[in-house]
């Protein structure tokens, strides 16, 4: 089981990996950090690109059921802790 | 270390042309079919490193999702994918079995929406860019007779690259889309006498094409030289639908 601290430690290690991929600097991601739309310079492929990285770590799909709406990398977290 | 491209349905035809091309131009080439066939076989004996070839069926996503898998367990994230798998049925609409119908949208474009589905996923991880062409066919352009059902669906895989390409550019993975004419291969056995000879008249260049004429277009979209152009369709058919 994974909890939903250990989780936003990883969204935040896989966010700043993606940041760099792309040549931006790294941000403070905190459960309160909007994806899209806030503070940090991410669109809906990067996104989509967290969401298959965290797949591949974890193996745990929330979203295979069809979407579920989250905004804040805290909000992620817990879809993927409850997974 | 060499690019590793999937191609699907690489057998025969043109599929085993384009694999065999990849091959000679120093790429490796991941691929699949439902069986082997007679000329797959010594090119994997050819090029034990750089061809891996997986027994799997387009049309069932299982079946399609373990290839990718497959394939990336054994060359890693794909530099490309070339989406060509894809099979015909002919007959009037009004009386081809519904089951044919669902066989050809399941192989030729829910098939290849999946492979892409699951080979983005890792081209997405993989810093660079990249490719996706597929190989749809100027029947999805111009239509022809007792073709409806196919052409429904290599239309629906030139919409598929024009959503696709402006979906993933931002990451400098281009998507085209290769339409041949048609093509003097298996698929097209079941013309006529009088069909061919038609098809033949009514183009410019004078015969049916061959799978060695759209082959250097495929290596010409996957260069480096072909890195600004996406959301294409290149039509090689000797002007047929000029």
Known sequence: ?83 | MSRTVIVTGGSRGLGLAITRALLEAGYAVATCSRHPGDDLPPLLAAYPDRLFWQQADIGVAASSQAFIDGAVQRFGAPWALINNAGIAREGILATLPLVEVDDLIQTNLTGAIQVARAALRHMLSRPGGGRIINISSIIGQRGYTGLAAYAATKAGLDGLTRALAREVGRRRITVNSVAPGYLDTEMSGTLSGGQREQIVRRTPLGRLGTADDVVPAILFLLGDGAHFITGQTLTIDGGITC
């Open chain 1, 1 to 83: 089981m994974t909890d939903t601290n250990t989780m936003l430690d990883l969204i935040t290690q896989e966010t700043a990996r993606i940041l760099a991929e792309k040549g931006e600097a790294a941000l403070p991601v905190t459960a309160d950090t909007a994806f899209l739309d806030g503070p940090l310079p991410f669109d809906s492929l990067d996104l989509a690109t967290l969401i298959v990285a965290l797949e591949g770590i974890t193996g745990k799909d929330p979203f295979r059921a069809g979407f579920r709406q989250f905004n804040t990398a805290g909000e992620l977290a817990a879809l993927y802790a409850a997974a």
